[in-house]
């Protein structure tokens, strides 16, 4: 209920977090020259290797809401592309173009249609 909160370690600055459940969650970060996305499944006593996401910061990380069957996931970055994920986060490619800038700001959000017709 908001009252207790608990300290966890993670591999980089956070620009970006989607959270699975109490154990599993991805974050999403920046080394200066690539987007990354690292996943823990034990709390964030350890992450896995790191899926490169472009080469811009990353601004949202969005979970399929067929996550725990498909296992997919959109990654936002700060110059208007977006990118794919079908493997549970090991490997993210270019979805579509580039979105055009507007104002001077790309940085995007991403989710997904819930009910396809």
Same mark, same amino acid.
């Given at each position: 209920?908001?009252?207790?909160? =608990?300290? !966890? %370690?993670?591999?980089?600055?956070?620009?970006? @977090?989607?959270?699975?459940?109490?154990?599993?969650?991805?974050?999403g970060?920046?080394?200066?020259?690539?987007?990354?996305?690292?996943?823990?499944?034990?709390?964030?006593?350890?992450?896995? &290797?790191?899926?490169?996401?472009?080469?811009? &910061? %990353?601004?949202?990380?969005?979970?399929?809401? $067929?996550?725990?069957?498909? !296992?997919?996931? @959109?990654?936002g970055? =700060? +110059?208007?592309?977006?990118?794919?994920?079908?493997?549970? $986060? =090991?490997?993210?490619? @270019? @979805?579509?173009?580039? %979105?055009? %800038?507007?104002?001077?700001? $790309?940085?995007?959000? +991403?989710?997904?249609?819930?009910?396809?017709?």
């Amino acid at each position: 209920m908001g009252k207790i909160f =608990s300290v !966890r %370690l993670v591999p980089c600055a956070v620009d970006t @977090l989607s959270v699975v459940d109490g154990n599993t969650w991805f974050v999403g970060g920046h080394d200066t020259s690539k987007g990354l996305i690292y996943q823990t499944t034990n709390g964030g006593i350890a992450y896995a &290797s790191p899926a490169l996401a472009g080469s811009q &910061s %990353l601004v949202a990380v969005a979970l399929s809401p $067929g996550y725990s069957q498909d !296992r997919t996931i @959109l990654a936002g970055n =700060s +110059v208007g592309q977006v990118y794919l994920s079908q493997d549970n $986060g =090991s490997n993210f490619g @270019l @979805l579509g173009q580039t %979105l055009p %800038l507007a104002a001077g700001i $790309g940085n995007i959000s +991403v989710a997904f249609e819930h009910q396809i017709q």
